[in-house]
Nanobody
Framework: QVQLVESGGGLVQAGGSLRLSCAAS????????MGWFRQAPGKEREFVAR????????YYADSVKGRFTISRDNAKNTVYLQMNSLTPEDTAVYYC????????????????WGQGTQVTVSS
C-alpha cells in the first residue's frame, strides 16, 4: 500500500528554520519524481519544490527559491524540505507528493499524496 507520511512541522519564529521529512513506502520511490506542495488558509494549494528521480534534478517555486532546499535519501525512502529564512507567508499545511509514473522523463503528474504537516511562522 502506498503511503507518504510528512513530519517535522511546527511553530517557528520569522527568520527561523525548519526541516520537513516525507517517509515513503509501498513503492521503489527512487524511480519517482517527488514534490512538496503547500496550502495556506483560504488559498489554493501551490507547488513548492520537486526533485526528479534522474540525477536528483531540482526545481523551485520563485517564492521559495534560495530559501528552501529539497533533497532525498533513497536508501531511507525519505524526501526532505529544508526551509530557511521563514516568513509568516510560509505558514501553510505542507504536503509531500509523488509522480504517478516511475522513470518518467516528462512532467510529473502527482498521483500520491501525504496527509500534510502544519507549518506556522510567527512574527
Amino acid at each position: 500500500q502506498v503511503q507518504l507520511v510528512e513530519s517535522g512541522g511546527g511553530l517557528v519564529q520569522a527568520g527561523g528554520s525548519l526541516r520537513l521529512s516525507c517517509a515513503a513506502s509501498g513503492r521503489t520511490w527512487s524511480s519517482y519524481t517527488m514534490g512538496w506542495f503547500r496550502q495556506a488558509p483560504g488559498k489554493e494549494r501551490e507547488f513548492v519544490a520537486r526533485i526528479k528521480w534522474s540525477a536528483d534534478s531540482t526545481y523551485y517555486a520563485d517564492s521559495v527559491k534560495g530559501r528552501f532546499t529539497i533533497s532525498r535519501d533513497n536508501a531511507k525512502n525519505t524526501v526532505y524540505l529544508q526551509m530557511n529564512s521563514l516568513t509568516p507567508e510560509d505558514t501553510a499545511v505542507y504536503y509531500c507528493a509523488a509522480d504517478s509514473r516511475s522513470y518518467n522523463w516528462g512532467s510529473p503528474v502527482y498521483g500520491y499524496w501525504g496527509q500534510g504537516t502544519q507549518v506556522t511562522v510567527s512574527s
